[in-house]
């Protein structure tokens, strides 16, 4: 992989006070800012170390891994929403492990500006090898300093939890244990192309918090755009799951499509430690980070392969899910694995004609469509002519868990390809949309979206199910002027549904619900529609829906 490196933003411009080597103590915590930490080649980079103060014992220590500077807190675009409670600290580093907290029970909390960002020396780089050769040194350096006891873990959301998987990857000797919450495993199909259509909103948001440095640093954006299919580029930011061996909690919330979810649960899957346990909930992501019952799990977890000590972890079950109802309700379930071993994948089949989805073949043929050059997020401007929409209203009660799956049979006469974005929503019994948190901070999130440009739908069979189609996205294939059939991946998600309720398909060609250009959620402003969409179900063409039902407990 060769990097398109440019002069870095200057760090004062990101609020960089500047390197200010100093030692202070309160309440117990000792605190020594900018410490240098020299790496393999040379370079030094800085951190701020947070431990117990005076004659304590050596302590475990957890490192916060992330570009966004250890001197920044959350920025107030995406603290507003995140009703993170009780408030952190003033100055709480973003997305990371709580000093105060952690200090308190013993540990001690690194917080790393890396590589090339801030005043770390070098150039910087973005989910590469060098970042992962640097994580394995800082953990070594952390592991073997007089005031640690030894062992060494990682913990954080998002970056925090990428980072997590590349350097655990590496097999550090003194890393114990990893806690990655809410983490892209999969760069290429989870964040910049997902299906193969081009993220624009979330992406460039978030490189604007990147670049602030001394000397030189990645142009990942540019880079993202010269790399539109998955190429070595893609496959060397991709990190080696199976060799990460070390116990593992990891955290998803399945309210984090088209940025977390399908990669913490792609890590969780492939990972090769033998001791993992999976959380799956549907909440705000830093507010379930930060709850103090979840902080406190987390030390469960750690005290139990940092300090050797008696927990609870010995009674968790391997998953815990959360079966969405409403926002931060629903029942709560033990489960032996991830998707749950009691789905059972039941078809509903589309039926053009009707606009609903049922359990039986659809005999006759039919066709819908839609514009879709026109936008799902103004529907008062084209009175329904920009989706479809299909129904499945269930008769008993019902809980959904895993992954899902849409096979759609669709023409675009006249096009050279097509681009296909997929919902799903919950209708309560008075036809109402059921909302459900979405991403970190907002409150209008959909049950789940899906992707696809039809262009790209070979599939690769060695990583496909039927339930997870996973495609190649190595090269374009022609769409035909008939229809094509389509096996969309729609990201994982769980819910409950009471008798009555209803499950809505929505599909269209752009985004079907789109937030503000500034919010930090996914958006597609590049699409490849040029002609009507018309969908083909019944008969020959047997579009269906694949969800995963649970045996209701």
Known sequence: MTLLMVDATPPELGGYPGLRPSSSEADGMLTERDVAVPMRDGVTIYVDICRP??????????????????HNGFPPILGAGADIDPPLPEGAPFEAPVAQYWVKHGY???????RGCWGSQGDASFFTAQEAKDGYDLVEWAGTRPWSNGRVGLSGVSYLAMSQYAIAATRPPHLVAINPSEGISDPYREAAFPGG????????NWVTTLGFGLNKREDIASEFFTHPLLDDFWNAKTPVLESVEVPALFVCSVGNHGTHTRGTLEAYRRCGSTQKWLDVHGRKEWRYYYAPENMDRQRSFFDHFLKDAETDLTSWPPVRVEYRDRTETGPIRSESSWPPARVTPTVLYLDAETAQMTTTPIAGAGTTGYDPTLSPTDPALHAGEEKTEFDYTFDAETDL?????????AASPGAADMDLFVQLDKIDSDGQVVHYPLCAYLDDGPLAMGWLRASHRELDTTLSSPDRPV??????????DGPVQLDIEIWPFTAHFRAGETLRLTVAGANISRWPREQFVAGHDIVNNTAPHVLHTGGQYPSALLIPVVPTQ
């Open 108 to 114: 001690a909390v690194i917080y790393a500006d890396p």
């Open 197 to 204: 259509i081009p993220e624009t909103q979330f992406g460039p």
């Open 401 to 409: 868990a895993g992954h899902c799956a849409l096979r759609l049979y």
């Open 471 to 480: 495609h190649t996205h190595e090269r374009e294939l022609a769409i035909p």
């Open 53 to 70: 103060a005076g004659d304590a014992a050596q302590a475990p220590v957890l490192i916060a891994y992330a570009p966004y500077g250890k």
